[in-house]
């Protein structure tokens, strides 16, 4: 092989080899973003909340969140409670499309007064999803709430 081409050949194959290589920034946007918050209710109820935000779809401006709060009375574990709403955005409104949930609960409790409001119609202020509830085990009552909010950007924010 004469060195023209063999020099030819190392270059295409270097090519070839960074071409497959994926990037790391690339990468981490498609990662989901974590926000963590701990909030202390008084007489030694706390709350851990997760809020996973997964990378918007710029083709037709949706994203979707879970907020996830885990229950504790002096540290016990009583309840997990968990919200997923999904969102659509244009820059000028936004609004939600829909919403799921979860829970679990520790035996002894109960989940009551369970409702999830949302702004159905796509607003300038953005679109919120929010869950009340209340967990029970006599004679302790503990309010739950968790909300998520997408503003007309596509960023979304604990509501």
């Excluded at 063999?6 to 070839?16: F, G, N, R, Y």
């Excluded at 071409?19 to 981490?28: D, E, T």
């Excluded at 085990?137 to 998520?148: A, E, M, T, Y």
Aim: include cysteine; aromatic fraction near 8%.
């Amino acid at each position: 092989m004469n060195p023209a081409k063999k020099i030819c050949s190392t270059i295409v194959a270097l090519v070839l080899v960074f071409c497959a290589m994926p990037f790391s920034q690339a990468q981490a946007a498609n990662d989901p973003e974590t926000l963590f918050y701990v909030e202390d209710l008084g007489n030694g109820i706390t709350v851990e909340t997760t809020i996973t935000i997964y990378p918007g779809v710029t083709r037709n401006q949706s994203t979707s969140a879970i907020s996830s709060s885990e229950f504790k009375n002096n540290g016990v574990w009583i309840a997990t409670v968990s919200l997923k709403a999904y969102f659509t955005y244009n820059g000028i409104t936004a609004g939600v499309t829909g919403t799921e949930y979860s829970k679990s609960l520790a035996s002894g409790w109960s989940y009551t007064n369970h409702k999830i409001t949302t702004t159905n119609v796509s607003s300038s202020s953005g679109g919120t999803a929010t869950l009340t509830a209340t967990l029970k085990d006599f004679p302790i009552n503990v309010p739950v709430r968790l909300s998520l909010h997408c503003a007309p950007n596509g960023a979304i924010t604990r509501g």
